[in-house]
């Protein structure tokens, strides 16, 4: 493996990380595996984009650090588009711009890559939250809900669906293979508290690659800040709603076969598992276990109502969401020139050729998975 293999993609779009962006730019730059460059991607923010690129103006006459402005449309899926168009690397790796990496992260994934049936390795992200500690209500087996690895999670280094983006890695030609994120679909900005993109594009690359293996090592450690907001009942329940939202277009893209198949063993295992464990801790006087198993039962609920409305505008809509090619960008200066071909997807599921074309509908979000 050349220590100068990746290329680091992180995505920002408001000032009001400003500090959480530098730390984890900073969090790259002192891996113990040197990174090619790392990509800094502003979705939509100008003032954000100035102020980035004067901050790293040296490290960007050194190649090691690039300012780029989302060439798609706003949303996270296209800022990491952007990236990739735009990555030298032989692989591309995807940090949350409010988390830090440890100093092996990169160490990590490049040891999975030796072998060349390998094509996504992903890691394992902890929640540093912002009381300084787990909410007693919030049950461990939704720590999706906030974006980092929950329980039922198999140890170790381990074959998965999908890995989870905001601590994940790929081989530069899996996106040859398969194309790029969907757009129309995951995260824009505070706008919604969706996700779903990672499932998506990891079912489509082991489709357009059968042999292709992806990975999950809980070794590639990154940790998440969990802002006050999000510690709130309020945002679990809009999260897990809109989880169900997003498999329901998940589902309609790929089938439910695959799209729902590491939800199953999770709604019917680790879930009830996690109830009882709940009410076990209730019964002997322990703070939370009532809270827990009640934000479980609550949690499923919501995300079946999520789920089933999900499918029902699937039927009725007509909005697209899009997915397709990246061709490598050429070009300098601050702004990076980024091509990203798109390939609509709409009602009628028909594949076409290895990257298939597809038809689907609005609203989305991710979660348990892996």
């Known amino acids: 493996m050349s220590p100068h293999g990746f290329s680091v993609v992180v995505c920002a779009y408001t000032e009001d990380r400003w500090e959480d962006v530098l730390a984890a730019v900073d969090s790259v730059r002192k891996q113990s595996l040197p990174p090619l460059e790392t990509l800094l991607v502003v979705d939509h923010n100008e003032r954000l984009r100035a102020r980035l690129a004067q901050e790293y103006a040296d490290a960007r006459a050194r190649e090691e650090v690039r300012v780029l402005a989302n060439a798609g449309p706003r949303g996270l899926s296209a800022g990491r588009n952007t990236g990739i168009a735009a990555a030298r690397g032989a692989f591309v790796a995807f940090l949350d711009d409010d988390a830090v990496a440890e100093r092996d992260w990169l160490h990590h994934f ?27 209500w919030f049950p461990e087996e939704f720590d999706w809900v906030v974006g980092c690895a929950y329980r039922g999670l198999a140890p170790g280094r381990v074959p998965v669906r999908n890995v989870l983006g905001g601590n994940a890695s790929f081989r530069r030609t899996a996106f040859d293979a398969a194309g790029g994120f969907a757009t129309g679909i995951g995260r824009d900005g505070d706008r919604r508290p969706l996700g779903g993109e990672e499932t998506e594009l990891c079912i489509r690359l082991s489709r357009a690659l059968p042999g292709a293996i992806l990975l999950m090592d809980d070794r590639a450690v990154i940790h998440h800040k969990v802002p006050a907001a999000r510690e709130r009942f309020a945002y679990f329940r809009t999260r897990v709603y809109a989880e169900g939202l997003s498999k329901a277009l998940v589902a309609r893209s790929v089938g439910a076969r695959r799209g729902l198949e590491s939800e199953r063993r999770y709604t019917t ?8 464990r709940g009410v076990r801790d209730a019964l ?6 009532a809270g827990r198993a009640g934000a479980i039962v609550t949690g499923v609920a919501l995300a079946a109502g999520g789920y089933a409305l999900g499918r029902l505008r699937a039927r009725r809509s007509g909005t697209p969401f899009s997915w397709g090619p990246i061709e490598r960008a050429t070009g300098n200066g601050g702004v990076e020139d980024e091509t990203v071909g798109s390939r609509v997807v709409g009602n009628e599921a028909a594949e076409n050729g290895p990257t298939g074309n597809r038809t689907l509908e609005n609203s989305t979000a991710e979660g348990a998975a892996g």
């Not at 295992?269 to 009882?276: E, F, I, Q, S």
């Not at 002997?284 to 276990?289: A, L």
């Open 284 to 289: 002997r006087g322990r703070s939370g276990g």
């Open 269 to 276: 295992r680790v879930l009830p598992a996690g109830v009882l």
């Open 110 to 136: 490049a040891a999975a890559y030796d072998d060349p049936r390998v094509m996504a390795v992903g890691g394992r992200t902890l929640p540093s939250w912002a009381s300084g500690r787990r909410p007693a």
